[in-house]
Nanobody, 121 residues
């Protein structure tokens, strides 16, 4: 059974940086993961995809609001995906979730517990 756990959230001033990490576990992760995404849920709003990366490829996706500021990367040997967030703004505040799209599915179905990111204005 695949599980994911996030870390790296915290409180930072506007203009600062944080690096989030998502570590996946489970024997089938390497063979069943299609993509890993980072979502943000702001207070009172729906969860939205901020960045994603294909597990067995190089292609990555970024929401327009984070292009040029966020970078997603993976360490395959460690089953880990990072989200480097630079020039953070107050609007980036929220709970950040890591999620996995598994083989044979079209949606992200495996979710972590989330990590809080707070950017002070």
């Amino acid at each position: 059974q695949i599980q994911v756990m996030e870390s790296g959230g915290g409180l930072v001033q506007a203009g600062g940086s944080l690096r989030l990490s998502c570590v996946a576990s489970g024997r089938t992760f390497q063979t069943h993961a299609v993509a890993v995404g980072w979502f943000r849920q702001a207070p009172g709003k729906e969860r939205e995809l901020r960045a994603s990366i294909r597990w067995n490829g190089r292609s990555a996706y970024y929401a327009d609001s984070v292009k040029g500021r966020f970078t997603i990367s993976r360490e395959s040997a460690k089953n880990t995906v990072h989200l480097q967030m630079n020039n953070l703004q107050h609007e980036d505040t929220g709970i950040y979730y890591c999620a996995v799209q598994a083989l044979g599915t079209t949606e992200y179905s495996i979710w972590g517990q989330g990590t809080q990111v707070t950017v002070s204005a």
